[in-house]
């Protein structure tokens, strides 16, 4: 099973926000592993792809010189499943950022299988408050070394493939 709960960005705004996209596919594990035979995707995982998104946000904001790691969901509200075939939209816009950390709200909407729609038209699926931690410099350091384990290899590519788009789209403009 994959741990990357998001697909690609499709906006980002540097320190402010962030926009991801996740397609869900039957083909996704879960789905076969998870409720059989009632194709929606686990509460915990819609969350962790706006921690993902959030997260990004949090580490671009400081150049990816910190380690950030999920410290608190301060709160998290969900209105529905999300089916396979939907398409999920995780909006994560940063609140606070400080030393010690950072937070970000975000929500989390789905656009139907076979719409058409760019943008949600409909409620949010789930909405959160989430804090994310800067480790200590020195103790992470000790523990870990000068190697990022959380920003390393797919989300720095994700980010990077989204920052390529953004220069096209603003060239074509």
């Known amino acids: 099973m994959r741990w990357i709960w998001i697909d690609r960005f499709v906006r980002f705004e540097s320190g402010k926000s962030a926009r991801a996209v996740k397609n869900l596919s039957l083909a996704e594990d879960y789905f076969e592993q998870h409720l059989p035979g009632y194709p929606i995707m686990p509460a915990c995982f819609i969350l962790e792809g706006l921690a993902q998104t959030g997260g990004i946000l949090v580490g ?4 990816f010189k910190e380690k950030v790691v999920l410290a608190k969901i301060t709160s998290a509200r969900f209105q529905r499943e999300a089916l396979a075939g939907e398409t999920l939209i995780y909006d994560a816009e940063m609140v606070t950022l400080r030393p010690e950390g950072a937070s970000i709200v975000g929500k989390v909407y789905g656009i139907p299988a076979g719409s058409t729609a760019q943008e949600p038209t409909e409620a949010p699926i789930a909405e959160a408050e989430i804090f994310f931690a800067h480790l200590d410099q020195a103790r992470s350091q000790q523990l870990f070394g000068d190697h990022n384990f959380v920003f390393s290899g797919d989300l720095k590519y994700l980010l990077g493939l989204a920052k390529v ?9």
Do not use: F, G, L, V
């Open 60 to 63: 671009e904001a400081n150049d």
């Open 165 to 173: 788009s953004a220069q096209r789209t603003d060239r074509a403009k």
